[in-house]
């Protein structure tokens, strides 16, 4: 096994007033070449956007984006027609394919809203462009494993991602054991800890700390807190 660790404190930081946002690897401004990329897993930016504000509409293609909304809610708008708001609980991603424009909003006019955004390569360029939604059930992931990301090749629970890539959510009770098990051993896992502190793979981390492990199948999980982690299974190649 081996193991990539990043500290919450490493991480890029960008403060534009309004928006607020932690790099788990290299994005805009913030570059590390150590730090480009894990696998398949692009971006993982950790986003606080003010009240009323928001991204514009932009540009994207050839990237699975994923929406992670941890509290506040979220309006999106995209060329494909597609209008929601996003909310805690829910998983939202955009195949970009062979291109797509959106904008991300504040839905709140007093309220921040705080969400993760995760870039994944895709399997395969120029694809259609698609859109997903789906609200989880959070007692579905006290002390086992919720998939909410899954391939569009199979038959899992989760909105579908055009990649040999599952996320998973999980709450841990303090002192909890658990091991996660890889659907392709090939595969590595990135964890990324929303809140709390656990022993993973015999690594420490804590709230906001990321580990990357590859050439394994599982990974042994121990809650030194109650706990509530990310982890995202992707290709290496």
């Given at each position: 096994?081996?193991?990539?660790?990043?500290?919450?404190?490493?991480?890029?930081?960008?403060?534009?007033?309004?928006?607020?946002?932690?790099?788990?690897?290299?994005?805009?401004?913030?570059?590390?070449?150590?730090?480009?990329?894990?696998?398949?897993?692009?971006?993982?930016?950790?986003?606080?956007?003010?009240?009323?504000?928001?991204?514009?509409?932009?540009?994207?293609?050839?990237?699975?984006?994923?929406?992670?909304?941890?509290?506040?809610?979220?309006?999106?708008?995209?060329?494909?027609?597609?209008?929601?708001?996003?909310?805690?609980?829910?998983?939202?991603?955009?195949?970009?394919?062979?291109?797509?424009?959106?904008?991300?909003?504040?839905?709140?006019?007093?309220?921040?809203?705080?969400?993760?955004?995760?870039?994944?390569?895709?399997?395969?360029?120029?694809?259609?462009?698609?859109?997903?939604?789906?609200?989880?059930?959070?007692?579905?992931?006290?002390?086992?494993?919720?998939?909410?990301?899954?391939?569009?090749?199979?038959?899992?629970?989760?909105?579908?991602?055009?990649?040999?890539?599952?996320?998973s959510l999980v709450d841990l009770e303090e002192a909890?054991?658990?091991?996660?098990?890889?659907?392709?051993?090939?595969?590595?896992?990135?964890?990324?800890?929303?809140?709390?502190?656990?022993?993973?793979?015999?690594?420490?981390?804590?709230?906001?700390?990321?580990?990357?492990?590859?050439?394994?199948?599982?990974?042994?999980?121990?809650?030194?807190?109650?706990?509530?982690?990310?982890?995202?299974?992707?290709?290496?190649?």
């Open positions: 096994m081996k193991a990539t660790y990043h500290q919450a404190d490493s991480r890029g930081f960008a403060n534009h007033g309004w928006l607020k946002s932690n790099h788990t690897f290299s994005f805009a401004n913030y570059y590390d070449p150590k730090r480009t990329q894990f696998g398949a897993l692009r971006v993982l930016n950790d986003d606080h956007v003010d009240a009323g504000m928001g991204f514009g509409r932009h540009p994207h293609r050839d990237m699975e984006i994923v929406s992670i909304p941890l509290s506040g809610e979220l309006a999106h708008a995209d060329s494909m027609g597609n209008k929601t708001v996003i909310r805690e609980g829910e998983v939202q991603i955009m195949s970009a394919g062979t291109g797509i424009q959106h904008s991300e909003m504040n839905n709140s006019s007093s309220d921040a809203v705080k969400f993760l955004q995760i870039w994944v390569f895709p399997e395969k360029q120029n694809l259609t462009p698609r859109y997903d939604q789906q609200k989880f059930d959070k007692a579905q992931r006290l002390n086992q494993f919720q998939t909410v990301v899954s391939p569009v090749s199979s038959s899992d629970e989760g909105v579908k991602i055009h990649q040999n890539a599952w996320f909890k054991k658990l091991t996660y098990t890889l659907h392709d051993p090939t595969n590595g896992v990135y964890l990324f800890v929303l809140k709390g502190e656990l022993k993973a793979a015999g690594n420490d981390l804590k709230t906001r700390d990321g580990l990357g492990l590859t050439e394994t199948s599982e990974v042994e999980l121990e809650a030194q807190t109650a706990v509530e982690l990310l982890l995202m299974e992707v290709p290496m190649h």
